[in-house]
């Protein structure tokens, strides 16, 4: 029986034996399928005037995409939850830096949180097994649905690294099936882990959570980043590319797409050309493209996001 399989009752069997045990859950239960939730309400509103105080949670395939948004976390205190452990091609997980980041920013670790590694993730994109990421999704709804959560800020889809973009899919998947089952739509924002921080389409803008920093939180936010070793490559790169001054500004931006999301990268994606030069080294047999790969599991995430979570 496969770790991630899903039962007849659509339940995962994740969830089944305890390890994702819910801990974080408020009286908001109660209300959950209230039709007048602050969070219908606030789909009216301009979502820059009205987060702090609401109830967040984040979710990111990899530990260190939280470096990004760290003063957005830093003021919403989010339930976070991630979906590998970071380990990419080593053996060595990297969530601990993450639950320390978490620990001094008083953020909340979530039910789901780096259980799976990036190797089997890799690998059950590239079989076709989509099996792992439906049960993540019914998961996340489960989890997002028993906290009251009003909003929730993930990945955005680049077409740079297939986790993110399925991590994406995954987080779209959970918000359609809280909406399938009680009508709840979930505020929904992404975040650019590759692209410019400090980019803001202005066709999204007057919907998006814009967070400023002034000199202390950029302060932390450098401070956290160093606290990164693993990731140390990574920051100065992107530090290169962006500049420093861009990651003053942190955007979270409506997500106004479902499955859909051929349209958002051009193609092939950057992640199929890499995927070609890890495979010429021997390190994958195959490489993941968007058509063979993404886009049968965007399709599968689709077809089970109507199904009820109760
Ligand atoms: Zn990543």
């Known amino acids: 029986m496969a770790l991630y399989s899903v039962n007849s009752a659509g339940r995962s069997l994740l969830a089944q034996n305890g390890r994702y045990k819910l801990r974080w859950r408020s009286a908001y239960v109660a209300t959950l399928c209230d039709l007048e939730s602050k969070s219908l309400l606030l789909t009216q509103q301009k979502w820059n005037d009205s987060w702090e105080g609401l109830r967040a949670a984040l ?4 530990p260190g995409h939280e470096l990004r948004i760290h003063h957005w976390l830093e003021r919403s205190k989010p339930q976070v939850f991630v979906l590998t452990d970071g380990s990419g091609l080593t053996n060595s997980s990297r969530t601990h830096r993450t ?7 008083t953020a909340v670790k979530g039910p ?3 259980s799976v590694s990036d190797k089997q993730f890799y690998e059950a994109i590239v079989a ?4 792992l990421f439906v049960a993540l999704s019914h998961d996340l709804a489960t989890a997002l649905d028993e906290s009251g959560v ?15 973009d399925v991590c994406r899919l995954i987080v779209n998947a959970a918000v359609k099936r809280i909406e399938a089952s009680c009508g709840r739509r979930l505020g929904n924002f992404e975040f650019l882990v590759e ?3 400090d980019a803001c389409p202005p066709a999204g803008r007057d919907q998006a959570i814009v967070v400023t920093l002034d000199e202390e939180a950029y302060r932390r936010k ?10 140390a490559i990574d920051v100065e790169r992107q530090v290169n590319s962006h500049g420093a001054d861009a990651f003053r500004v942190e955007y979270l931006l409506p997500v106004r797409y479902d499955f859909e999301i051929a349209s958002r990268f051009d193609h092939p994606a950057i992640y199929e050309s890499r995927g070609e030069k890890l495979v010429a080294k021997g390190v994958f047999a195959e490489a993941i493209r968007f058509r063979r790969h993404i886009a049968p599991l965007a399709a599968r995430l ?5 199904t009820s979570i109760r």
Do not use: K, N, S, T
Not at 99 to 105: G, I, K
Not at 128 to 131: E, K, L, P, Q, V
């Open 59 to 62: 979710v990111i395939a990899h």
């Open 99 to 105: 639950e320390a980041l978490l620990e001094l920013a």
């Open 195 to 197: 692209g410019p921080p």
């Open 222 to 231: 450098l401070e956290a980043a160093r606290a990164y070793p693993e990731l």
């Open 150 to 164: 009003d909003y929730v800020v993930g990945d955005a889809v680049e077409g740079v690294e297939p986790g993110h």
């Open 112 to 114: 789901i949180f780096g």
């Open 128 to 131: 076709g097994d989509a099996d």
């Open 302 to 306: 689709e077809r089970d996001a109507g």
